[in-house]
């Protein structure tokens, strides 16, 4: 269809008024500005656009501007969305130069959205780089604090989200709505989300809390999902949290999740060929001193998790079976990554040592270390139990059979995948690379030194907590069991399990720092942000040192 360029200018606001703009229905734009996926010469823009009559379709035009206001390099354009993409609107612009800063709006029908800042990475040497580290939004549970604190930071270059963006939840007595703020934040729609229209909801929902606007809008991001953007435990074929039986193919339900997380999200969109959820695996270079590699680790290839209740115990109870439990955690079939995913880690490590990175950034949703259950009587004193709340004595006492086999306490996680874990080991040493896993989804910060079977050390790890999940220690008085997992967990140096917040990892030539940051409150608007632990770790000829206090 030929648009006449005069008449399309006047509505959206870049021109004079003429009787067709008037057609136009009233627009906003509620949800912010976005940008994602930077590369040294392009980056994702991101808003969407909200009709005051949904259907039919909106002309929009946007902007990015240098922030040097040097001569050149502005960039402008204009397209249309519409129902089809739920209002949503992603720019992928291309032609940039490397390492320049920008602002960057969108118009439509003459109104202006808010001003996002974003830029390009460097290219050749760059001094330093600050990420922050993000996972685990759950909505009524509270105020996104730590999303604003991310946005106050005095610098802040990246922002890596791990997962669980949205949480599919739904339902007055479901996962957080105890929380005591749950009443102003409930879940909308109000049911789980199981259909494109459930999801998109969902996302708008979030994407309306000024904290994730804020933060949105500071700084590009590098996004990956985890199991919530589709359903809890989800994996290729399926999700612990759907029954088929009553929610349908999974398939469509997936699609549709992916859909919405493509269309809500500031992530590029997949190239040709490849599907919605293949394109999550992606990397990015940070100049001569850093590649980020982010993983997809839940929809391409991971297989079923095992379960304690059903693979070691029986479902209808009887003998737990620990011999066969154990070969089935170990049979090297079991995968997370497939064996295309593998090969292109492995490419993208050695290709990054190659090119002389100091430091190698890898994303995951999931803890990679190995994580042990406390015991009784050996990691928690009798007193120490005595002094729990009851729902917190009852659950670690229901660990205990695991615990006293020495048994992983996340079989979701890579633990739960031990020989494809070994896999992902063997690919950091044989490219003699200096990795920094950041990983998400354990509602916990954990900083982790991690050693292949052999026992040589790795990796180094900082998980990040949640900006608003429920964690162990939530509902905890006087008893925090993050030293109890550090002292079950020979690869575990610190963790904390009751803040909410982010990591800040900081990147230099010379060094690796990571300040886990921590918001005093989730269920006040007012809160504090102060950095509760600081760990270090450097360079040491082909390899790097282990954690130290910084």
Request: hydrophobic share 40%; aromatic share 8%; proline share 6%.
């Amino acid at each position: 269809m030929k648009i006449d360029r005069r008449k399309a200018l006047a509505m959206l606001g870049l021109g004079a008024a003429t009787p067709a703009a008037a057609k136009v229905s009233a627009v906003s734009f509620q949800h912010g500005v976005a940008s994602g996926d930077p590369t040294h010469d392009r980056v994702v823009l991101w808003t969407r656009v909200t009709p005051a009559k949904p259907g039919g379709s909106v002309p929009y035009a946007w902007e990015l501007l240098p922030v040097d206001r040097r001569a050149g390099g502005a960039k402008r354009g204009t397209g249309v969305t519409g129902p089809d993409r739920d209002y949503t609107i992603k720019v992928d612009v291309a032609g940039l130069p490397a390492g320049r800063a920008y602002t960057f709006q969108f118009k439509a029908a003459g109104v202006a959205s808010s001003m996002g800042r974003t830029h390009t990475l460097p290219k050749g040497p760059t001094k330093d780089v600050v990420i922050a580290v993000a996972s685990c939004s759950l909505y009524p549970n509270g105020y996104f604090n730590a999303y604003q604190a991310i946005a106050d930071l005095p610098r802040v270059d990246l922002v890596l989200h791990l997962g669980d963006y949205i949480y599919e939840y739904g339902g007055p007595l479901t996962y957080g709505m105890d929380s005591p703020v749950a009443k102003q934040r409930p879940h909308d729609p109000p049911h789980e989300c199981v259909s494109l229209d459930d999801y998109r909801r969902r996302h708008a929902q979030y994407k309306s809390d000024p904290g994730l606007q804020a933060a949105h809008g500071r700084a590009p991001w590098i996004v990956a999902w985890d199991d919530h953007e589709t359903a809890n435990d989800s994996y290729a074929e399926g999700a612990e949290n759907h029954q088929p039986e009553v929610e349908g193919s999974w398939n469509m339900r997936k699609a549709a999740a992916l859909k919405a997380y493509y269309e809500w999200m500031p992530i590029r969109d997949p190239a040709a060929g490849q599907s919605l959820a293949e394109a999550g695996t992606r990397s990015f270079r940070v100049g001569d001193l850093a590649q980020i590699v982010m993983l997809e680790t839940r929809l391409t290839a991971r297989d079923r998790q095992l379960v304690y209740q059903g693979d070691l115990v029986p479902a209808g109870g009887g003998t737990m079976d620990v011999d066969g439990f154990r070969k089935r955690l170990a049979d090297p079939a079991r995968r997370m990554m497939s064996e295309m995913q593998e090969r292109w880690f492995a490419s993208e490590l050695a290709g990054s040592v190659q090119a002389g990175h100091a430091w190698q950034v890898v994303g995951s949703g999931v803890v990679m270390g190995r994580l042990m259950m406390p015991l009784i009587g050996r990691d928690l004193t009798p007193e120490q139990m005595a002094a729990l709340p009851e729902a917190a004595r009852k659950r670690i006492e229901r660990w205990q059979p695991i615990a006293s086999l020495g048994l992983p306490y996340g079989l979701d996680m890579w633990d739960g995948y031990p020989a494809d874990r070994e896999r992902v080991y063997a690919a950091m040493t044989g490219a003699r690379a200096r990795p920094i896993v950041v990983s998400g989804d354990s509602h916990a910060f954990w900083c982790n030194e991690l050693s292949d079977a052999g026992g040589k050390r790795v990796a180094v790890e900082f998980g990040g907590t949640s900006i608003t999940s429920p964690g162990a220690d939530d509902g905890m008085k006087t008893l925090k069991i993050g030293p109890a997992f550090a002292n079950a967990s020979p690869e575990v140096v610190f963790s904390d399990q009751g803040a909410k917040g982010f990591v800040l990892l900081t990147l230099s030539h010379g060094e690796a720092r990571s300040d886990l940051m921590a918001v005093s409150s989730i269920t006040s608007k007012t809160f504090t942000t102060r950095a509760m632990k600081s760990f270090r770790v450097t360079p040491e000829g082909t390899g790097m040192s282990g954690l130290k206090d910084a």
